[in-house]
C-alpha cells in the first residue's frame, strides 16, 4: 500500500490516542525528528509515519494506545511552560545553573554512576529550597541523557505542579496512594521534556503521614525504578514534620539542603542524625544561597 493509500483508507482514531508513539516517549529524539520531517511532507499522522519509516510496528502503536488509555496523567498535558526558576533552562550561563551542573555531575559520580536508583532531596528548615534543587537536579540529569523522574512526595504544600504548568487537581501521587488508581504508571507524566517525566503530588489529602508509611508507596517506589535510570523524590521540611524521613528510608539515600543564613549548623546535624536513624544514608549536602 503506498503512502497515499494508507491516508485515505486510514481508521478513525480517538484523538486522545492519536500520535501515540509521541506522547509515550516511545522513539528516541532523534526518530522522533525523523517522522515529524516525514510527517510534514505526507500528511500522514505522527504514527502512520513511524510505521511508514520502520521505525516502529503497529504492535508498537497498539501497545502505545493501550498504555495511554490506561494512563490518567498521559491524558493531560502541563498547561503552562516551564517556570524561570528552572534556571537549569531559563538562565543556563549563571551561576546557579553552573553550581546545578557541578552537583549533578557529582551525583552522577558518587550515586547513578554507583548502581543507585533514587533518592529524597530533603531540606532542614522551612525555606530551604529542596523544590528548588529537586527541580533543577531533574532536569539537569536528563539533559544528559539520563531517564529521570521527578515525583513530588511533598503532599503537604506540594510544588513541582507549578514549576513544570500541571494542573494542581489532577492524577498523583496522591490518587495513587488513594487508591483511585491501582497502577503507579498512570499518574506519570511522560516526557514533560526530553528524558524527564513528573509524578506531581496530585489532588490534597488528609492522611499524608498515614500513606506515605503504607506498603503502598513501597511497592508503587519499585515500580517505577525499573523505568527509570534515577529518581528525584521532593519532600516537605523536616523540621514541620516527618514526612521526608519516611520517603528517604523507603528509599535509601538523601541529599540534605540547607539555605545560607537560613538554617543554623544544628538543623543540619539534626537532619542527618534523623536520616542515620530512619536509615537512610546522605549522599551529599548542598548550600542553597541562590533563592
Known sequence: MTELDATQNRLPVDPGLAD????TGALTDDEARAVSEHQARTGLSFDEAAVALSLATEEDIVLARQALQGSLAMQLAPSAAVSDEVVV????????????RLLRTQIIAQHVGAGRRAFAVCGATDGAGASYIAANLAVALSQ?????LLVDANLRNPRIDAVFGIDPNGPGLSTYLSLEVNRPERVVYPNVLPNLSVVPAGPPVGRPQELLSGARFRTGVDIL??????AIFDTPATNENSDALTVAGVLGYALVVARRNHAFVKDVQTLSS??????ANVIGSVLNEYI
Open 144 to 148: 544528559v541523557g539520563i531517564k529521570t
Open 225 to 230: 525504578l525499573r523505568q527509570h535510570d534515577v
Open 89 to 100: 533552562l531559563s538562565d543556563p550561563t549563571s551561576p546557579d545553573a553552573e553550581a546545578l
Open 20 to 23: 501515540a508513539l509521541l506522547k
Open 274 to 279: 534523623q536520616l542515620s536513624a530512619a536509615r
